[in-house]
T-cell receptor, first 116, second 112 residues
Framework: EAQVTQNPRYLITVTGKKLTVTCSQNMNHEYMSWYRQDPGLGLRQIYYSMNVEVTDKGDVPEGYKVSRKEKRNFPLILESPSPNQTSLYFC???????????????FGAGSRLTVL | KQEVTQIPAALSVPEGENLVLNCSFTDSAIYNLQWFRQDPGKGLTSLLLIQSSQREQTSGRLNASLDKSSGRSTLYIAASQPGDSATYLCAVSGAGSYQLTFGKGTKLSVIP
């Protein structure tokens, strides 16, 4: 089954404790992206990647890192989490098909992160 | 900077009604526009994608239109059903950019 898998789905951590949220897709998609969803603010893009070793900042990259060493994986790293990073996080991927812009996106189920 | 607005924020209709959801964007230089559905506690499911050169796309009871020059898109849902209850989001992809900007969504409730 074609899917985007995120782990963990739920996580409670404390301020300053480094954590990684993994994202993996099995569709051989070039484009992968991370979003956070907050009440009243909607979905905001954190980082995106057009292919292996190619990443760029979205609208709210502060406090996050990403890497794209393999095509199928795009982990989101919080080096020193803070309470304002408490949010619902989504990973998504799409096939660029040689064109600019993101095409039909497939989303993961989400990761709910709480930073105390 | 692209801004995407969805009005209304919430909508409640009786079962069987046809309805229209609205999405507007400030920068008409877009590559495509997508409509998504989000169920509570779940991820987003892509419903329709309209390329900037297209005027509309249809899938079953759903029809999405795009007027790029006026910065507007509508999602038309025919013969609404309780199972259509969800939050509907639109998102635009900027021309020459890989960034995606989302609206805050319209929460739809279809009353049996």
């Amino acid at each position: 089954e074609a899917q985007v898998t995120q782990n963990p789905r739920y996580l409670i951590t404390v301020t300053g404790k480094k954590l990684t949220v993994t994202c993996s897709q099995n569709m051989n998609h070039e484009y992968m992206s991370w979003y956070r969803q907050d009440p009243g603010l909607g979905l905001r893009q954190i980082y995106y990647s057009m292919n292996v070793e190619v990443t760029d900042k979205g609208d709210v990259p502060e406090g996050y890192k990403v890497s794209r060493k393999e095509k199928r994986n795009f982990p989101l790293i919080l080096e020193s989490p803070s309470p304002n990073q408490t949010s619902l996080y989504f990973c998504a991927s799409s096939d660029l098909a040689g064109r600019s812009g993101a095409n039909v996106l497939t989303f993961g189920a989400g990761s709910r992160l709480t930073v105390l | 900077k692209q801004e995407v607005t969805q009005i209304p924020a919430a909508l409640s209709v009786p079962e069987g009604e046809n309805l229209v959801l609205n999405c507007s964007f400030t920068d008409s230089a877009i590559y495509n526009l997508q409509w998504f559905r989000q169920d509570p506690g779940k991820g987003l499911t892509s419903l329709l994608l309209i390329q900037s050169s297209q005027r509309e796309q249809t899938s079953g009871r759903l029809n999405a239109s795009l007027d790029k020059s006026s910065g507007r898109s509508t999602l038309y849902i025919a013969a609404s059903q309780p199972g259509d209850s969800a939050t509907y989001l639109c998102a635009v992809s900027g021309a020459g950019s890989y960034q995606l900007t989302f609206g805050k969504g319209t929460k739809l409730s279809v009353i049996p």
